[in-house]
């Protein structure tokens, strides 16, 4: 079983920047592909970006790239976000998801691992 936890939301003002983090603690962490996902009130869950389990393979959905990276260190069991010139289009809760495969995936159904979510608002 693995066990997901993010933290590093908060508020914070058009333009600014936050990195969310996600710990995970139980086996083959580094086995896994993970994911960065996110809801908004009112919406849909919807991929943010992705990484595989050696970190040579990343994505990201067309609305982030270029302001958003994913990382992730195995030797600590993290996965990071880092989320730069945030608008307020981006404010909605952030998840993490493991996927039980090295590769990532773009469909949230393919994840069997998540951590809770932490909201991240970004104010105009």
């Known amino acids: 079983q693995l066990q997901l936890v993010e933290s590093g939301g908060g508020l914070v003002q058009a333009g600014g920047s936050l990195r969310l983090s996600c710990a995970a603690s139980g086996l083959f962490f580094s086995s896994y592909g993970m994911g960065w996902f996110r809801q908004a009130p009112g919406k849909e869950r919807e991929f943010v970006a992705g990484i595989s389990w050696s970190a040579d393979d990343t994505d990201y959905t067309d609305s982030v790239k270029g302001r958003f990276t994913i990382s992730r260190d195995n030797a600590k069991n993290t996965v990071y976000l880092q989320m730069n010139s945030l608008k307020p289009e981006d404010t909605a809760v952030y998840y993490c998801?493991?996927?039980?495969?090295?590769?990532?995936?773009?469909?949230?159904?393919?994840?069997?691992?998540w951590g809770r979510g932490a909201q991240v608002t970004v104010s105009s």
């Open positions: 998801a493991a996927a039980r495969s090295a590769n990532y995936y773009i469909d949230a159904q393919r994840y069997p691992y």
